[in-house]
T-cell receptor, first 112, second 111 residues
């Protein structure tokens, strides 16, 4: 069964304190791994897509990396506006469908 | 460009009632997927439609159904509502094989 586990469940940092979020996955075949940001009561906002081990993507203070079993979302010198829940999802290789399998998310709080 | 739109934004129903949620995809996107997100958890896949045909179904009971219209908009229907159906219902649109972009969601509360 395809499965995604994110850790930690919650993380509280001081402004400027860098850290990493983990996404471990088990999937029969990986079509892609996705990172989304979700603010309370809103829909997920797309951040990155990674397709193969060794791939890295960067956007402002965020950098996503991918290995064969896990992905990391590194956040460098975060600001309070980076506070949100970060969701990781995998798209398994399934004939005729494009479903995403999500983890439970990491709730990130950045204190000023 | 307009993103994915969903209506209504909030809805309150009582047990046993029926509900219809609506979604309009990003212009040019022909694929619409529906997800259910219970508070504190990640979204769970319900359906995917592409070119008006069902392409995938998640592990949800037959009380859940959906359809896609010629203009690629979509409806999600839930019959015989249960308390456990209270959740944020998300619609995502994409081109086939590409990144899914999510709408703001419909918050459903079943009393």
């Amino acid at each position: 069964e395809d499965q995604v586990t994110q850790s930690p469940e919650a993380l509280r940092l001081q402004e400027g304190e860098s850290s990493s979020l983990n996404c471990s996955y088990t999937v029969s075949g990986l079509r892609g791994l996705f990172w989304y940001r979700q603010d309370p009561g809103k829909g997920p906002e797309f951040l990155f897509t990674l397709y193969s081990a060794g791939e890295e993507k960067e956007k402002e203070r965020l950098k996503a990396t991918l290995t064969k079993k896990e992905s990391f979302l590194h956040i460098t010198a975060p600001k309070p506006e980076d506070s949100a829940t970060y969701l990781c999802a995998v798209r398994p290789i399934i004939q005729g469908a494009q479903k995403l399998v999500f983890g439970q998310g990491t709730r990130l709080t950045i204190n000023p | 460009d307009a993103g994915v739109t969903q209506s209504p934004t909030h809805l309150i129903k009582t047990r046993g009632q029926h509900v219809t949620l609506r979604c309009s995809p990003i212009s040019g996107h022909k694929s619409v997927s529906w997800y259910q997100q219970v508070l504190g958890q990640g979204p769970q896949f319900i359906f995917q439609y592409y070119e008006k045909e069902e392409r995938g179904r998640g592990n949800f009971p037959d009380r859940f159904s959906a359809r896609q219209f010629p203009n690629y908009s979509s409806e999600l229907n839930v019959n015989a509502l249960l308390l456990g159906d209270s959740a944020l219902y998300l619609c995502a649109s994409s081109s086939w094989g590409e990144t899914q972009y999510f709408g703001p969601g419909t918050r459903l509360l079943v009393l």
